[in-house]
């Protein structure tokens, strides 16, 4: 769902039904120390910071970044440091803290299950991000946006406290670059025990995927998210040859239907996503053997969500309304799979809007790293200056309608850079294409709650609604 969009307050207001409240595990640095310098409005921030067992490090970070009362209107953010394969780099402390923060206050005050969504795509982060989940005590960890074939391993040796090894993927490089990441020297002498292995579960399109990653103990999940492509944010590309429709969206077909007989035939427990929400659904879901479904759209669009209130009401009034369009945009995204864009006037599904943003890349979450002429490591991204990614060894032809999801995600959450003369960050706004739940669950219009939804999914299921861990869950990253 995006940057901050299933944020703890979402995840938490879902964990406490009994139900998996998953928050989104991409670019929680930034929103950290933004959310920081914005001066932490109810200082939540800062008593997770104080829950963190390395005091010296929350500290520092409090110290850098805290603002108290915010920096004010047209005050500029600082910027958080790149991750990089650098093995002093920075910002993998400042990863860890983060995700610890946000997992931490999604549990606090309850006994329901938390997970946290990543992407494969953002491997500098993976290590990090995990150990600073795990530290928090996650119970699931969710991955997708690739092939997370090393995930469970990683997860079992994090929570161990053993040094461990991401394979990056560089382009210009025949083998990925192994890049070590020691979770006890992040600890600093801390004494931290009794660390739990969290559940992972692989987001997959297609039965093919998880049978890949079944076949092995060494890249077997514990379950599997199956993922349908009108989801929100990204998807899998067709199979085959990419064919667009009239609105330029890639056309699906057949071969890109999961079947979810055989997904039962693994033998491991899986969810469906991606697709109409309602009881309806639920109900034919575990007809198909499924433990239930990943919703994420409807979540999106209620009071605990962290999608800016006025973007929340645009959508839900445009749908209601006049009607509201949803791309999956085959070239809006760095990554080059398809992202669903919601058509809202002033963001940057407006193309005046989007003409007049000029290029600026100083997030990177989804630079590519890249091998340059002389040797060195580098890191580029199509929605970086034509100019910078041209002197990169970038293809002009790779950057048209590239668009910089970074700042723009993060802006759809209030958090927006703020630029020279007064200009702040333009918002994109992704979210699902199947938005029929809302005549259902809020057909004026009305503001509803996490638990409102979690209810009426639950309708019809004879006794069932709220068994097991993890029958309905609120995520989507990027």
Not at 413 to 418: F, V
Request: glycine share 14%; aromatic share 6%; charged share 20%.
């Amino acid at each position: 769902m995006g940057v901050g969009v299933s944020g703890w307050r979402l995840a938490r207001a879902v964990a406490r039904t009994g139900q998996l409240g998953v928050v989104s595990g991409t670019a929680l640095d930034t929103v950290l120390i933004r959310t920081l310098q914005s001066g932490d409005p109810g200082g939540h921030l800062r008593r997770a910071l104080a829950a963190y067992p390395v005091p010296g490090t929350a500290g520092a970070v409090l110290e850098r970044y805290f603002v108290e009362g915010g920096v004010g209107e047209g005050g500029r953010f600082l910027t958080t440091p790149p991750l990089t394969a650098d093995p002093g780099c920075p910002a993998r402390a400042l990863t860890v803290v983060a995700n610890f923060c946000e997992v931490w206050l999604a549990k606090e005050g309850h006994r329901g299950p938390v997970g946290v969504n990543y992407l494969e795509k953002v491997q500098l982060a993976t290590a990090p991000a995990l150990f600073g989940a795990i530290l928090a005590g996650v119970d699931y960890v969710l991955v997708g946006a690739g092939i997370p074939a090393h995930i469970p391993g990683l997860a079992t040796r994090l929570s161990r406290l053993e040094p461990v090894t991401t394979d990056v993927t560089v382009e210009g490089d025949p083998e990925p670059l192994p890049v070590p990441f020691d979770p006890a020297a992040e600890l600093a002498g801390a004494a931290v025990g009794g660390l739990r292995r969290p559940d992972v579960l692989a987001i997959v399109s297609l039965p093919a995927l998880a049978a890949y990653l079944h076949r092995s103990e060494r890249t077997r999940p514990d379950g599997f998210v199956v993922e349908g492509h009108r989801a929100g944010g990204h998807s899998a590309p067709p199979r085959g040859p990419l064919r667009l429709d009239e609105d330029g969206d890639p056309v699906y077909g057949p071969r890109d239907t999961p079947d979810f007989a055989r997904m039962a035939a693994l033998g491991l427990p899986f969810w469906i996503a991606g697709g109409a929400c309602g009881p309806e659904q639920v109900a034919r879901a575990r007809a198909a053997g499924a433990a239930g479904v990943q919703v994420g759209s409807v979540f999106a669009l209620c009071e605990e969500s962290g999608l800016e209130p006025g973007l929340r009401r645009q959508l839900i009034e445009r749908r209601l309304g006049t009607g509201l369009t949803v791309r999956n945009d085959p070239a809006a995204s760095p990554t080059s799979f398809p992202f669903k864009v919601a058509g809202l006037p002033g963001t940057l599904a407006d193309p005046a809007v989007a003409a007049a943003r000029p290029r600026v890349c100083d997030l990177g979450y989804l630079r590519t790293p890249y091998r340059a002429a002389d040797g060195a490591l580098g890191y580029r991204c199509p929605a970086e200056p034509l100019v910078a990614y041209e002197r990169k060894g970038g293809d002009r032809a790779g950057t048209e309608g590239r668009q910089c999801l970074c700042n723009g995600l993060t802006a759809a959450i209030g958090l927006g850079q703020r630029r020279p003369k007064g200009r702040v960050e333009p918002p994109v706004v992704t979210i699902g294409q199947d938005l029929d739940f809302l005549p259902h669950i809020a057909p004026g219009g009305e503001p509803y709650s996490a638990e409102s939804v979690v209810r009426w999914l639950s309708e019809g299921l004879d006794g069932t609604a709220g068994a097991g861990p993890a029958r309905t869950a609120g995520a989507k990253a990027l």
